[in-house]
């Protein structure tokens, strides 16, 4: 990828570039639970955003995506953003550096990436992380500490491109570090790596294919569903809250926001339990708990899908230890853990099976657990 873009860049630009990179990411365990201030528990992975930069010496950006094959430019003042949804990414990243009262100028970009567009393994905070660790470094010394980094591509994607996530996506791309999970705690924003081999298991994606798009999807109305459960049970989160105080509130809630709520309670518990599990190595609990999870998100948040719980059924049937739907939902992938020797097994049945229903294939992606954003000398 290194290759190809400085390649592009110099045909298009030619001056000499810096190389920077982020990563996409998986989460064991934790869905939906960061922005009610839960617990999450993700990895930076293998596949990343690389992006070739240089200074250019203007007021403006000047942009080629390499996989899109279109070139765009913007300004940097607040109504200089572009039409280009993929552009207002790095639009959106330049202005949350430039409102934080830090520098960007002008500065010529070409980037690529490897982490398969819509399948859950946030592509768009690989993106934002690449740039706001890039331009922290271009043009402020790096004076911007890592959380405001994260922060700034979350803000970007409140603020330019309709998602009101939570940080877990763009904090795993950022402190990402190779073998290790992190658990976050997103309230105090407390985090500790955890290093992750399982001996004998291999970790594994199977992506169904179908279109993952958070943009005005349902996502925005779980986080709503959430909020207003909080305010009836007078606590700022979800975090604060308690089955026993949730069940006082009942009545006081719709049938929809229960179930939601419930489901958040329950993973917030789950998440701390997948921690203690792995300190001891037993991976039969992790998978349980992730099985549960995928159960939770497909009866109670209600973000699953009719080939995303195929997927799941499958892997019980194959005996996989543990598998769930991953990320935001509505499409995507589920991530499962795979003893070694019941791995090839599944891979083919998962293939065969899914093929006969939907009439094609879903796609395996193994994960390696990687670094984070950096610079790429
Ligand atoms: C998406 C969001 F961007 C994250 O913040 C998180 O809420 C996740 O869905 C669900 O856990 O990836």
Redesign the pocket.
Same mark, same amino acid.
């Given at each position: 990828m290194k290759d190809l873009i400085s390649q592009l860049f110099h045909q298009r630009f030619a001056t000499t570039p810096v190389f920077y990179a982020s990563s996409g990411r998986i989460?064991l365990i =934790? %869905?939906?639970? *960061? $922005?009610n201030g839960g617990f999450?528990f993700p990895g930076a992975i293998d596949k990343c955003i690389m992006a070739a930069i240089n200074v250019n010496g203007t007021d403006k950006v000047r942009v080629f995506s390499a996989d899109l094959q279109q070139y765009t430019e913007f300004g940097l003042r607040e109504e200089d953003a572009p039409a280009e949804q993929w552009a207002r990414y790095i639009f959106g990243v330049c202005r949350e550096i430039i409102k934080r009262g830090f520098t960007v100028n002008g500065f010529d970009t070409v980037f690529a990436g490897n982490v398969p567009l819509g399948a =859950?393994l946030?592509s768009s905070?690989a993106l934002e992380s690449c740039f706001a660790y890039a331009l922290n470094d271009l043009f402020n010394e790096n004076k911007i500490d890592k959380f405001e980094l994260a922060k700034i591509g979350q803000s970007t %994607?409140h603020n330019y491109c309709g998602?009101n996530? =939570?940080?877990? *996506?763009q904090f795993a791309s950022v402190f990402g570090k190779k073998n290790c999970l992190m658990r976050l705690d997103c309230r105090s924003l407390e985090y500790e790596y955890f290093p992750f081999d399982p001996q004998g298991y291999k970790l594994v994606l199977v992506n169904s294919k179908v279109k993952h798009e958070?943009v005005d999807s349902p $996502?925005n109305k779980r986080r709503q569903s959430c909020e207003r459960v909080a305010a009836t049970l007078g606590v700022e989160t979800l975090r604060d809250a308690t089955i026993d105080m949730l069940n006082e509130k009942k009545d006081l809630v719709s049938e929809e926001d229960y179930k939601r709520a419930e489901y958040v309670i329950g993973e917030k518990q789950r998440v701390l339990d997948v921690c203690d599990a792995l300190q001891r190595s037993d991976y039969e609990t992790v998978g349980r708990l992730m099985y549960e999870t995928h159960h939770g998100l497909s009866q109670q948040y209600e973000v699953s899908c009719e080939e995303l719980d195929f997927l799941n059924d499958i892997a019980k049937e194959c005996g996989v230890t543990g598998s769930r739907i991953m990320? =935001?939902g509505f499409g995507g992938c589920t991530i499962n853990l795979v003893k070694d020797e019941l791995y090839d097994h599944f891979i083919q049945v998962a293939k065969e099976r899914f093929n006969e229903k939907y009439g094609h294939e879903p796609i395996i992606i193994d994960v390696v657990i990687s670094d984070g954003a950096r610079r790429c000398d």
């Open positions: 989460n =934790g %869905e939906h639970t *960061d $922005y999450v =859950g946030s905070a %994607e998602v996530c =939570g940080i877990m *996506d958070l $996502y990320g =935001g």
